[in-house]
């Protein structure tokens, strides 16, 4: 089980989203420990991914997914904030992680949708399909043409 990700006893930071955020639950099966949670200032609901610094794997990991940080396309999943650094306790342990915060994808992730019922619908299935793969072309050329991956 994977505690919560800030530290209780910080102070509020403006500049820190972190700071300024509720966690409402944990999001099972993921790679990484990921929280749904919601912003203070706006009652935005969002994702916070938490990468835990201690191995060099996961800080690859990291330093790969905040390089979309400077991105901005309709297919692609908005970070809205980024923290390198932070003292917490995670899995029990007292230790030091990174997070990154996106914007919330209300109908889950990608492999998700293919893989969901819609997709059998015949006369649903040919357009949706098309119209999911043109999005994730459109993205990738994007991230392409921005000189990443």
Known sequence: ?????HNSNSK???????????IIRSIPASKF???LIKMKSSGEEAIMKIFSLEEDHIV????RETTLIKLSHPNIIPILDVCKSRKTILNGKKTNVAYIITELCPYGDFAKIVESPIFALKNNSDKLIRTYFHQLINGLEYIHSQGIA
């Not at 690859?60 to 330093?63: Q, T």
């Open 60 to 63: 690859g990991a990291f330093n």
């Open 1 to 5: 089980k994977t505690s919560n990700p």
């Open 12 to 22: 509020a930071d403006p500049k820190n989203k972190a700071s300024n955020i509720t």
């Open 33 to 35: 420990p990921m929280y």
